[in-house]
């Protein structure tokens, strides 16, 4: 019988067990070390797998820059949004306020010059009057004073007659003061054919034309009272 050591393909020779021991245990690749025994210690394989985990990595920081990057645009973007609006209502607002205080300045001033224009207007109007009134009393003294210093009533009274005598030959009355009738004035009355009335009623001053179609009062106090018509 034989031994065992004779016995083939039960033991190994020293040649077999070399070439297994022979065999890389490369266990500490990166990529290859715990991958299938087909492709462990494959310098190739782990380069290869370095080089898409490296292009992995760079593609996603890429795109988490573009991604963060265009988020940060967006957001930039809209907080300038925000604070554009915001500015905007704050002019807005102040433009809203110098409006409404130009408005109110303008309001005033318009009421005060309103105010002044009717002050201005009610002082002159009390003015006007007092000057009128003046003025009434002043024309009424002077006459009175002229003809207090008159030193021919009578014949002022038949001039002023002989002034608007009709002409044609008109019969014409010619009403006077008594004391007008009685002095040597009144002939040059009756020289032109005129019938000189005397008329208790009427004021040294006055004389009164009448025809048949026509009255002329040619008394002082109705010249007077027509100067004050005027003067109203």
Do not use: C, K
């Amino acid at each position: 019988m034989s031994s065992s050591t004779d016995t083939p393909g039960l033991w190994a020779t020293d040649a077999d067990v070399t070439g297994v021991l022979d065999t890389p245990e490369l266990r500490e690749g990166t990529w290859t070390r715990l991958g299938d025994r087909a492709v462990l210690g494959d310098q190739i394989t782990e380069r290869a797998l370095t080089r898409l985990a490296q292009s992995t990595v760079e593609a996603a920081r890429s795109q988490g820059y573009a991604v963060g990057w265009a988020q940060g645009r967006r957001e930039a973007a809209a907080q300038a949004a925000t604070e554009a609006a915001e500015t905007a209502a704050r002019n807005a607002e102040s433009e809203e306020r110098r409006d409404t205080a130009h408005a109110l300045t303008l309001s005033a001033l318009e009421q005060a010059a309103a105010a002044f224009a009717d002050s201005v207007a009610e002082v002159a109007g009390r003015l006007e009057e007092q000057a009128l009134h003046l003025a009434r009393e002043l024309t009424t003294v002077l006459l009175g004073r002229e003809l207090a210093l008159a030193t021919d009533p009578a014949g002022d009274a038949v001039r002023r007659a002989l002034d608007v005598l009709p002409d044609g030959g008109v019969p014409v009355t010619v009403r006077v003061h008594p004391d007008v009738r009685s002095a040597a004035a009144s002939e040059a009355l009756t020289a032109r054919g005129v019938t000189v009335v005397a008329d208790a009623d009427l004021d040294v001053h006055d004389a009164v034309v009448e025809t048949d179609t026509s009255y002329v009062d040619r008394g002082v106090a109705a010249a007077l009272t027509r100067v004050l018509e005027v003067l109203s």
